[in-house]
Each structure stands twice: as structure tokens, then as C-alpha cells.
């Protein structure tokens, strides 16, 4: 079945710098990649995905690219705000199964 | 509030006993997942249904857990004579899924139970 690696577990930026989240997969069959947010004690909010036919996608301040060869996707915030603190996940999955998803990131945003 | 709701948001009960949660899906959603989800992990899959047809469950789920949507609409998951172990997040999603579109998964806010 599928494993999904992620890393750093916790990762400190000054405001306004930027953050990047990787993660690696195993499963060559998946084809969809959200990242979720989760603040403390909510529900995961879906931020951004992408699907494996598409190698980057932008949102904002917000970017995520996948290597399908190297089976890898990496989250990428910009100008990072202390709103942004949060643990992010990123997950793995085929089309309408269950994601699998990485063990998170916290991330905190120091202004 | 047309997103997923979840009910109870907490429950406190004694080790031995039965809990049952429930989740209320987004309306078209025809597909539904339950997730469990510990301090510090990331969520992990349960069962998820299309319609009123469970499709998989995973080796997490033992026989004291057991889910269902029977209409295809709401869905409940119950735990027979609870573990200290089942003290957790219990996360519910839903999808619409159609013509092999790979679905986007929206989250219920959750069911935080603690096993005494």
C-alpha cells in the first residue's frame, strides 16, 4: 500500500521568509496530492492539490510541485505571516480511495 | 453551515463501553470516509462508503469497530466496549466522485472521544 514521508517535522521561519514542505510517496499508482492545514484543535482545511497529470500549481502565496519520477511533491509558502502558523499534511491517494497521509509539519511563523 | 458536521464534538466515556458518532456529509456528496487521528500524527483512514456500499476498511478498523450509511446520506461509526487505545480524533470526510474525476476531500470538524 501506499507510505507517505514528510519533513521537516517542525520547521521555525521569520516572517516574510518562505517555507518549504516535502514529501515523498511510494506508490506509483497514486495520481492526487492535497496539502492540508490544521490549526490547533480545527479541522484539516484543504489549501492546495494537485493532480499527477500537472508538474506545479499556484495559488497566491501558496505552490506545491511534483516530480512523478522521483515520486516527491513539495508545499512552498511565500512571504510567510504569522497566520500561517500551523501543522500542514501532505497526503497521497488514487482517484476516490482514501488518502494516506504524512505523519505533518509544524510550521511557525515568528514576527 | 453546509459543510460537514460531526456529533458529538467530544465524548467522555468509561473504558468497556459502546460510543456511537455521527456524520452529516455535504448533500451531494455521494462518498464518505471516516479517519482517526492521534496527538501528533496525521489522520488515518478507517472505512469510507460510496453511497450506502462500504467500499474498504482498513486493517485498523477491528471487529469492535463497526460504520455505516444506511440511506447514503449520514453515516455513523460505533465502537463496542471501548479501549483506553480508542481515545482519539475521530475525522469524517466526504467526496463527490463521477466520471473517474479524482475527488477533492472535505473535512467534519471531528469527534474528540477520551476512553477512561
Known amino acids: 500500500g501506499e507510505n507517505v514521508e514528510q519533513h521537516p517535522s517542525t520547521l521555525s521561519v521569520q516572517e516574510g521568509d518562505s517555507a518549504v514542505i516535502k514529501c515523498t510517496y511510494s506508490?506509483?499508482?497514486?495520481?492526487?496530492f492535497p496539502w492540508y492545514k490544521q490549526e490547533l484543535g480545527k479541522r484539516p482545511q484543504l489549501i492546495i492539490d494537485i493532480r499527477s497529470n500537472v508538474g506545479e500549481k499556484k495559488d497566491q502565496r501558496i505552490a506545491v510541485t511534483l516530480n512523478k519520477t522521483a515520486k516527491h511533491f513539495s508545499l512552498h509558502i511565500t512571504e510567510t505571516q504569522p497566520e500561517d502558523s500551523a501543522v500542514y499534511f501532505c497526503?497521497?491517494?488514487?482517484?476516490?480511495?482514501?488518502?494516506?497521509f504524512g505523519k505533518g509539519t509544524t510550521l511557525s511563523v515568528s514576527s | 453551515d453546509t459543510g460537514v458536521s460531526q456529533n458529538p464534538r467530544h465524548k467522555i466515556t468509561k473504558r468497556g463501553q459502546n460510543v456511537t458518532f455521527r456524520c452529516d456529509p455535504i448533500?451531494?456528496?455521494?462518498?464518505l470516509y471516516w479517519y482517526r487521528q492521534t496527538l501528533g500524527q496525521g489522520p488515518e483512514f478507517l472505512t469510507y462508503f460510496q453511497n450506502e456500499a462500504q467500499l474498504e476498511k482498513s486493517r485498523l478498523l477491528s471487529d469492535r469497530f463497526s460504520a455505516e450509511r444506511p440511506k447514503g446520506s449520514f453515516s455513523t461509526l460505533e465502537i463496542q466496549r471501548t479501549e483506553q487505545g480508542d481515545s482519539a480524533m475521530y475525522l469524517c470526510?466526504?467526496?463527490?466522485?463521477?466520471?473517474?474525476?479524482?475527488?477533492?476531500?472535505?473535512f467534519g470538524p471531528g469527534t474528540r472521544l477520551t476512553v477512561l
Open positions: 506508490d506509483s499508482a497514486s495520481n492526487y
Open positions: 448533500s451531494e456528496h455521494n462518498r
Open positions: 497526503a497521497a491517494n488514487q482517484a476516490g480511495t482514501a488518502l494516506i
Open positions: 470526510a466526504s467526496s463527490e466522485v463521477s466520471g473517474g474525476k479524482t475527488d477533492t476531500q472535505y
